[in-house]
C-alpha cells in the first residue's frame, strides 16, 4: 500500500481545481457555462458505450449494455457523463478532488433515483486503495492535471487486466489555440476566460507515448468538431483540436 502511494503521488493542481469548484453549482444548467459541455456529451457518451460495449462484447442498442461493468469516472464534475452512464447499466464510481462538483453530483444524482458512487478522492488514492476498474474514464482531465506521465500511469494501474482505458482532451496545435482558446472563451464566450491553459494541452503522440508506457495498446483514436451549421459535435478525422481515444493492455 505505502509502496503503491509512493509510486502514485497526487497530480492535481490546485488551481485547476479552485477554478471549477467557482462554478461547481452551474453544472447542469445547459445555457450556463457548461452548456458547451452538454452539447459534446453525446458524442463522448456514444464513444465510451461503442468502444466499451466492442471491447466486452456487448450489444450497443441494447438499453443497458454496460449492466454489469465497473466504471470510474475520474474528474466527474456535476456528474454530466456520470449519469447516463449509470444508466447504461454500469456501476460508476465518480471522482473529483473539488468538493462542490461531488455535492452537486451526489444532490442532482439523488434527484434522478441513480445510485452513483461519487468521491472527493484522486484515482492516485483509489489506486493505492487497491481498487480496479472494467472501465477507466478520463474525459477532458489531462489537459488539467500537473504531470500527465504520472496521470496517466494512474489511470493505466486502475484497470483491471481485461478492462479498458478511455480518454478525450485537446490537442497542442495553433488551430486548438485559436478555437479552444481565443474562439471558445474569448469571441464565442462558451467557457469562462482562463478555464484552459494551452501550454497545458496535450499532442496524441504525447499522450499515445504516456499510455504506452503503462503497457496499454492504442486502440480507435478520433476527433470530435463543432458544426456551426447544425449547432451539434461529431466524431471527425480532425485531431487537430478536440480528440478521443481507447486503450487495453497490450499483449
Avoid at 117 to 124: A, L, P, Q, S, V
Avoid at 150 to 175: E, S
Avoid at 178 to 196: D, F, N, R, S
Wanted: charged letters at 20%; hydrophobic letters at 45%; proline letters at 4%.
Amino acid at each position: 500500500m505505502v509502496a503503491a502511494t509512493e509510486r502514485f503521488g497526487s497530480t492535481i493542481d490546485p488551481d485547476e481545481v479552485a477554478r471549477f469548484d467557482a462554478i461547481a453549482r452551474d453544472w447542469w444548467d445547459q445555457q450556463g457555462p457548461m452548456a458547451v459541455l452538454h452539447k459534446f456529451n453525446p458524442v463522448r457518451l456514444a464513444f465510451v458505450r461503442d468502444e466499451a460495449c466492442a471491447h466486452f462484447g456487448r450489444d450497443p442498442k441494447r438499453m443497458r449494455a454496460l449492466e454489469g461493468l465497473s466504471l470510474v469516472d475520474i474528474g466527474c464534475g456535476g456528474g454530466v457523463l456520470s449519469e447516463p452512464l449509470a444508466r447504461l447499466g454500469a456501476a460508476v464510481t465518480g471522482l473529483d478532488p473539488a468538493p462542490t462538483n461531488i455535492a452537486v453530483a451526489r444532490a442532482h444524482a439523488g434527484k434522478s433515483g441513480l445510485s452513483i458512487d461519487y468521491r472527493e478522492e484522486t484515482i492516485e488514492a483509489v489506486v493505492a486503495s487497491g481498487r480496479r476498474f472494467d472501465i477507466v474514464l478520463a474525459m477532458e482531465v489531462v489537459e488539467h492535471v500537473a504531470d500527465v506521465a504520472a496521470f496517466v500511469a494512474a489511470c493505466c494501474a486502475a484497470v483491471k487486466p481485461d478492462g479498458l482505458l478511455v480518454m478525450a482532451t485537446i490537442n497542442r496545435t495553433l488551430k486548438s489555440y485559436a478555437l479552444a482558446i481565443v474562439g471558445a472563451e474569448y469571441v464565442l464566450k462558451w467557457l469562462p476566460k482562463g478555464t484552459h491553459d494551452w501550454e497545458k494541452f496535450v499532442t496524441p503522440d504525447e499522450l499515445g507515448a504516456a499510455i504506452e508506457a503503462g503497457g496499454f495498446a492504442l486502440g480507435t483514436q478520433t476527433g470530435v468538431v463543432f458544426n456551426p451549421l447544425s449547432g451539434r459535435w461529431a466524431t471527425s478525422r480532425d485531431m487537430d483540436v478536440n480528440y478521443m481515444l481507447a486503450a487495453s493492455r497490450s499483449g
